[in-house]
């Protein structure tokens, strides 16, 4: 018998931790190579983390919504002959000895002249809203760490509330701060229900995407433009064509593929769109990669279409079609989510005339594209009805001024006004 060591998968680029939703199965169970043992949550996906071993679950290590950092050790399999896998051989093995994975004492993490203990965000989060001196907790997660769980139950032990004087934060760490210092950002109470409220639990999925919201608003400093586009030559381009589209190709073509096509057309004149703020330098991004927003069973996706700008409209709402169907059926993987630069979000789906979007983190803008609406219009010094939508850009305005930003917006505009059924091919 062998004790093998099973780590938090890579999820997809710049995912650097991922939070166990729920565990598939429980020690002393036996599993096949490759079967699904736990689901995990990065931001807006969930996905299957597969077993590297055929084995018996020995133990499980992560507890559920707790935060592990991509490689960290989430549980332990006994495999016969340690028939092994691929993606873990970097860890430590316990070869020949009996089961023993890291068992330190229970005493609670101290400071070392190694470093300070590490808290995951979740426990960090918690400490902050109670006001907890995370020291005071005994941790009983691997090597002594400090789960979530200790912490509730801390809490439901009535725990004190930490003094700043009480506790010598001398040596404190940038994470303890972090966690000991509630007279700085006094917790906001939290609401109560009332008898006739229904209270919803709040998903896996959720918290994921509220973290991600917070960060795009708490780091990204949004501002905001809208544009009028005529899309009259457009709707009546794509009207005459589509009953013949759907028949020929078996998937819709929408409104939606022209305007990214129209977009990542506009992102590479404007490349400074495609960018991402990162400190002392812009990363400008070479791949026009466009995260679309997607609803699915209450929850919002952002899967990406790859190299937008070097596909053709039918290629763009192809990929529409099978993101969509992919995110309805809960069969979207991390790679469908990863390498998006730059968001394209169809809130006229909804009847929406005006919105402004919240960046999609790390990325430098996000566009939404309203509802197509017939309107009088003045045009040639005449009133005429025309098919007009607006186009609302939010940008970063670390990376990007008014300027670039509406000079962007312009392009795409025109990019849309002109599209006609003589100069615009689908293929």
């Not at 490349?271 to 026009?288: E, F, G, R």
């Not at 979000?345 to 939404?368: D, E, K, R, W, Y």
Request: glycine share 8%.
């Amino acid at each position: 018998m062998t004790l093998e060591n099973i780590t938090m998968p890579k999820l997809g680029e710049s995912v650097t931790e991922g939070s166990i939703s729920s565990w598939l199965v429980k020690p002393g169970q036996k599993v096949e190579k490759y079967e699904a043992i736990a689901e995990v949550l990065t931001d807006k996906v969930v996905a299957e983390i597969p077993s590297s071993f055929t084995g018996v679950i020995k133990e499980i290590i992560a507890e559920e919504d707790e935060a592990i950092e991509v490689g960290g050790l989430i549980c332990t399999i006994e495999t016969e002959g340690g028939g092994g896998s691929t993606e873990t051989k970097e860890e430590p093995k316990t070869e020949s000895a009996p089961p023993k994975p890291e068992k330190p004492a229970k005493a609670p993490v101290a400071k070392q002249a190694t470093g300070a203990p590490r808290y995951s965000p979740a426990v960090l989060r918690m400490a902050g809203e109670h006001g907890l001196d995370l020291e005071q907790i005994t941790g009983t997660g691997s090597g002594g760490r400090i789960t979530r769980k200790d912490v509730l139950a801390y809490i439901e032990e009535g725990a004190p509330v930490t003094k700043a004087e009480t506790a010598p934060v001398v040596e404190a760490t940038h994470n303890v701060q972090a966690s000991a210092s509630p007279a700085e950002q006094p917790k906001a109470s939290v609401p109560a229900a009332g008898s006739n409220d229904v209270e919803i639990p709040v998903s896996g999925v959720r918290k994921a995407i509220a973290k991600h919201m917070v960060e795009s608003k708490h780091e990204i400093p949004h501002a905001w433009m809208m544009n009028e586009v005529d899309a009259t030559n457009l709707v009546n381009y794509r009207d005459s064509i589509k009953e013949n589209f759907k028949k020929e190709e078996g998937f819709n073509l929408t409104y939606f593929a022209f305007f990214v096509k129209a977009v990542a057309q506009a992102l590479k004149k404007y490349p400074l769109l495609n960018s991402t703020w990162a400190d002392d330098k812009i990363i400008q991004h070479k791949d026009i990669n466009i995260s679309i927003a997607i609803a699915a069973n209450d929850v919002l996706f952002v899967p990406v279409i790859k190299n937008a700008d070097e596909k053709s409209i039918k290629g763009i709402a192809r990929e529409i079609s099978e993101l969509a169907g992919k995110a309805k059926a809960g069969k979207l993987s991390p790679a469908d989510m990863a390498g998006g630069t730059f968001t394209v979000n169809s809130t006229g789906s909804f009847g929406s005339v005006q919105s402004m979007g919240i960046i999609n983190h790390p990325q430098a803008g996000i566009l939404q594209v309203e509802a197509i609406v017939k309107r009088p219009v003045v045009l040639d010094s005449m009133i005429a009805v025309r098919d007009m939508v607006n186009l609302c850009l939010s940008i970063d305005h670390r990376v990007l001024d008014g300027y670039m930003a509406g000079s962007f917006l312009k392009e795409v505009k025109a990019n849309v006004e002109k599209i006609t059924k003589d100069n615009t091919s689908i293929y």
